[in-house]
């Protein structure tokens, strides 16, 4: 089991839905992560948010739009998405203090199948 | 971050300790070396951490070599559950500039 949920597990969309992944932790982390990763490769990231404000953007499409509403909550809205988009979608928390007790910790993630 | 180098794949054997290299010549000083593993299907579970002192927890044991260019990460008596790919990661202490993944070693505890 993790402390940090995500939903759904699973999702198929098509080329002209919008969707949203959810993601949610209740250890008080400020720091929240979303990365992606294609089968067979490393986790990749995407966007840091940090006390709720997003603080890194790894140059991702604009069809990927990612939303903090508070501090244990994370979204990543979906749409227009192309089949090689198809991925599993990690989300991830951390302490955001400056000390070097912060691992980040991991969902199970959302494995995304675009048609 | 410092670049890892670490081998593609490794056996051990369940009930051996497994001992996972990991070379990280172009570490820097405030940089922690971070070991997560990720079990198929799972999302990357954080293992152990260390900056210049070995270290040692309920799931493995972290060797850093003194000039800090190269660690291991130990599991004392491997399980068929520690099948994983193991990622040795350098990070800036504090902060949330997130991890930045290597290819990682794909461990196989063999039975």
């Known amino acids: 089991d993790t402390e940090v949920t995500q939903t759904p597990k699973h999702l198929v969309m098509g080329m002209t839905n919008k969707k949203s992944l959810k993601c949610e932790q209740h250890?008080?982390?400020?720091?929240m992560y979303w990365y992606k990763q294609k089968a067979k490769k490393p986790p990749e990231l995407m966007f840091v948010?940090?006390?709720?404000?997003?603080?890194i953007n790894e140059s991702v499409p604009s069809r990927f739009s990612p939303e903090c509403p508070n501090s244990s909550l994370l979204n990543l809205h979906l749409h227009a998405l192309q089949p090689e988009d198809s991925a599993l979608y990690l989300c991830?928390?951390?302490?955001?203090?400056?000390?070097?007790?912060?691992?980040?910790?991991f969902g199970n993630g959302t494995r995304l199948t675009v048609t | 971050d410092a670049k890892t180098t670490q081998p593609p794949s490794m056996d051990c054997a369940e009930g051996r300790a497994a001992n996972l290299p990991c070379n990280h010549s172009?570490?820097?000083?405030?940089?922690?070396v971070y070991w997560y593993r990720q079990i198929h299907s799972q999302g990357p579970q954080y293992i152990i951490h260390?900056?210049?002192n070995n270290e040692t927890n309920e799931m493995a044991s972290l060797i850093i070599t003194e000039d800090r260019k190269s660690s291991t990460l130990i599991l004392p008596h491997a399980t068929l559950r520690d099948t994983a790919v193991y990622y040795c990661?350098?990070?800036?202490?504090?902060?949330?500039?997130?991890?930045?993944f290597g290819k990682g070693t794909h461990l196989i505890i063999q039975p």
């Open positions: 991830a928390s951390s302490q955001e203090f400056s000390s070097y007790n912060s691992p980040l910790h």
């Open positions: 250890m008080g982390h400020r720091a």
């Open positions: 948010y940090s006390y709720e404000k997003l603080s």
């Open positions: 172009t570490i820097s000083g405030n940089e922690y």
């Open positions: 260390g900056l210049k």
């Open positions: 990661i350098p990070r800036s202490g504090g902060g949330a500039d997130g991890l930045t």
